[in-house]
Structures are given as C-alpha cells and as structure tokens.
C-alpha cells in the first residue's frame, strides 16, 4: 500500500488509462486524498481513497480507469 507520505499538494493525479483526472489539494485525513476544485469539471472538491493509488513518483497514479474514478469519487463543495 502507499504511504499518505509520498503524496503532495498540487501533484498531478492519474488514471490507470493515463488519463489527467485532478491536481491534489491536500490530504483529507490519513486515507482520502482531496483534489482541487479549481482543476474540476464541475468546480468542486473531489475525494479519492488512498486504496486507489497504485503507485506515486511525480504523479499520483491510480488502478482506475478515468470514467470509474468520476463515477466513484465523493463530492463535497
């Protein structure tokens, strides 16, 4: 599993199929990751779990596809 650690602000966030889906804001906690508003569709904050993280290096990759990651995410304004 990765380290909450690895994961900073403003890093890109990936989906499985390479594609952009948010830029970080911070850690909510210690297993949700909370991405811009400002990088979203539908201006607001998105939360990722941390369990959706494959892998972090410069990106924060994740092991879903862009369309189940929007599906999925939970919303807050």
Same mark, same amino acid.
């Given at each position: 599993?990765?380290?909450?650690?690895?994961?900073?602000?403003?890093?890109?966030?990936?989906?499985?199929?390479?594609?952009?889906?948010?830029? /970080? !804001?911070?850690?909510?906690?210690?297993?949700?990751?909370?991405?811009?508003?400002? !990088?979203? !569709?539908?201006?607001?904050?998105?939360?990722?779990?941390?369990?959706?993280?494959?892998? /972090?290096?410069?990106? /924060?990759?994740?092991?879903?596809?862009?369309?189940? /990651?929007?599906?999925?995410?939970?919303?807050?304004?």
């Amino acid at each position: 599993m990765v380290n909450a650690n690895q994961i900073r602000e403003h890093m890109e966030v990936k989906a499985a199929d390479g594609r952009h889906v948010g830029t /970080v !804001d911070h850690m909510e906690g210690d297993s949700r990751i909370k991405l811009t508003r400002n !990088d979203s !569709d539908d201006g607001q904050h998105h939360l990722i779990p941390l369990d959706w993280v494959d892998h /972090v290096d410069s990106h /924060v990759h994740l092991n879903k596809d862009a369309e189940d /990651v929007k599906r999925e995410w939970s919303s807050m304004n």
